[in-house]
């Protein structure tokens, strides 16, 4: 009988303990671990083509020199995510073979909407 109570004490101890370190996991999460969201998150989106109409695919999107960026697909067509109302958008070709040689381009873009269509023609490298 004493066994099965030793056991009993085991076994609920380590359900309390478990009990206990997810609470505190998720306590830590939703006050330090996930950054709130107030609503203002901001879509650019567009598309780069030639001078032509023509779509570019692999066009890199970046803005205010950060390391994230977009890469254009098939239809020329990028979109993300920012919380900031002005930015200094870049657009570079790179990978030049697939499509041919491309200028880079800047533009500093100031944001008034929560949506943003933005869309660049790009010259080709002489």
């Given amino acids: 009988?004493?066994?099965?109570?030793?056991?009993?004490?085991?076994?609920?101890r380590n359900i309390f303990?478990?009990?206990?370190?997810?609470?505190i996991a998720f306590v830590f999460?939703?006050?330090?671990?996930?950054?709130?969201d107030f609503g203002n998150d901001i879509?650019?989106?567009?598309?780069?083509?030639?001078?032509g109409n023509k779509p570019?695919?692999?066009?890199?999107?970046?803005y205010d020199n950060s390391l994230q960026y977009e890469l254009t697909d098939s239809e020329g067509k990028y979109s993300f995510y920012t919380y900031k109302a002005e930015l200094n958008m870049k657009f570079e070709d790179i990978d030049s073979i697939q499509n041919g040689l491309f200028l880079p381009q800047e533009m500093l873009v100031h944001i008034t909407a929560n949506r943003v269509?933005?869309?660049?023609?790009?010259?080709?490298?002489?």
């Avoid at 303990?17 to 609470?23: A, F, N, V």
């Avoid at 999460?29 to 709130?36: L, N, V």
């Avoid at 570019?56 to 970046?62: D, L, M, W």
């Fill in 1 to 12: 009988m004493e066994k099965f109570i030793t056991k009993k004490r085991k076994i609920l």
């Fill in 56 to 62: 570019i695919e692999g066009i890199k999107v970046s």
């Fill in 117 to 126: 269509k933005l869309n660049v023609k790009l010259d080709a490298a002489p």
């Fill in 17 to 23: 303990r478990g009990l206990s370190l997810t609470s």
């Fill in 43 to 51: 879509l650019v989106e567009g598309v780069v083509t030639t001078r």
């Fill in 29 to 36: 999460q939703a006050c330090y671990g996930i950054e709130r």
